[in-house]
């Protein structure tokens, strides 16, 4: 482990050295590469966004749509791409028009906008779907076999995790699957962030009404939409009172087999079996900040009352600061005490 960690960084730090422009922000007017030692620029455009440099390439992302960015500080094709995803294997994960196809490192198209989910190549394969079907293929866009499994989870080290008929087990990079003879009853992976169900400490007391979405809306919940700013080394997130609002307080409804989050892919079925999740906001840049918020009651002299909830993150690294990088906040606001109280946080 130690050997390994040591490896890492060193190999971050050649990677570093070879770098020869950076990203910098031009106040009013966005992201510009620019030479990391003169600072002079290196191309008159400016992006929204530019992450950090991730196996030679930054992602990039203006007017909404997004591009990739060399060593050289040029883009390799035109900003086009509704989602995309980081090069593994000298391939990367883009979407248009609701498809996920692959682009080579010169921005060429070498795998069809035809699928509605696609793994990222870890491995010489990987798993797409199209039409509720998985299938493996090659860097090629060859397909190298239709598989028969209900959920695929990625290749790592050369295995993937899947599932078919509610059985969970194990793939190869040539398609030969090993179940397990376990059942599984819920998927393994976590979802999006939601809230799920308020227990009681006896069990005679009713769960909240609709605190776990199971009415399919956001009845007795309250909606926020906001903006959030910089004052000083201070992230400061301010939120107002407003209707569930598309695209920032999403409900997602149980769907089987489940879809996989574009850029996390993660199942977005809720992992403990009920009916709804909640997403809280989008891929859009402009500071935005959502909330959303449940008053419960505890019965009285109630000593064992609790509430869990389940919930996965998908943050962006856009190579700001700590204070403005992303970030999502869950708290209990005790309003008799007026405190918050500590929160018992499980991984």
């Not at 966004?49 to 991730?54: H, S």
């Not at 491995?123 to 209900?150: F, H, P, Q, R």
């Not at 989870?153 to 793939?171: H, L, S, T, V």
């Not at 700013?229 to 409900?251: E, F, K, Y």
Request: charged content about 20%.
């Amino acid at each position: 482990m130690r050997t390994s960690l040591l490896f890492s960084f060193l190999l971050s730090a050649t990677i570093s050295s070879a770098q020869s422009v950076v990203a910098v922000q031009r106040q009013g007017h966005g992201y510009q590469f620019v030479n990391r030692q003169t600072k002079s620029p290196v191309s008159d455009v400016f992006w929204d966004e530019a992450e950090p440099f991730v196996n030679g390439f930054s992602r990039v992302l203006k007017n909404e749509h997004f591009s990739f960015v060399d060593l050289d500080g040029k883009p390799i094709c035109e900003t086009q791409f509704e989602g995309a995803r980081n090069f593994s294997n000298k391939l990367a994960a883009v979407e248009k028009n609701g498809l996920w196809g692959f682009i080579d490192e010169s921005g060429k198209i070498v795998i069809p906008f035809k699928y509605e989910i696609a793994f990222d190549f870890k491995e010489s394969v990987t798993g797409v779907y199209k039409n509720k079907k998985w299938y493996l293929v090659n860097m090629k866009a060859d397909v190298v076999k239709e598989l028969d499994i209900t959920v695929f989870y990625g290749f790592r080290n050369g295995q993937a995790k899947i599932e078919k008929d509610g059985r969970q087990g194990i793939m190869n990079t040539r398609g030969e699957i090993s179940l397990n003879s376990i059942v599984s009853k819920v998927p393994a992976a976590i979802k999006i962030p939601y809230q799920r169900s308020a227990a009681n400490g006896n069990g005679s007391s009713a769960c909240p009404e609709n605190i776990d979405f199971e009415y399919g809306s956001f009845l007795n919940w309250k909606c926020f939409i906001g903006k959030v700013d910089s004052v000083g080394n201070t992230n400061v997130i301010t939120v107002n009172p407003s209707p569930p609002t598309a695209n920032r307080h999403t409900l997602y409804s149980r769907t089987l087999p489940s879809p996989l989050d574009a850029f996390g892919l993660f199942p977005t079925n809720p992992p403990d079996g009920s009916n709804f999740a909640v997403r809280l906001g989008n891929t859009n840049i402009g500071a935005q900040a959502e909330r959303i918020q449940y008053a419960i009651h505890v019965p009285l002299n109630d000593s064992n009352f609790s509430i869990r909830y389940d919930y996965a993150v998908v943050f962006q690294d856009p190579g700001h600061t700590s204070w403005t990088q992303p970030r999502f906040n869950a708290k209990l606001f005790d309003s008799a005490a007026n405190t918050f109280p500590g929160l018992h946080a499980q991984r």
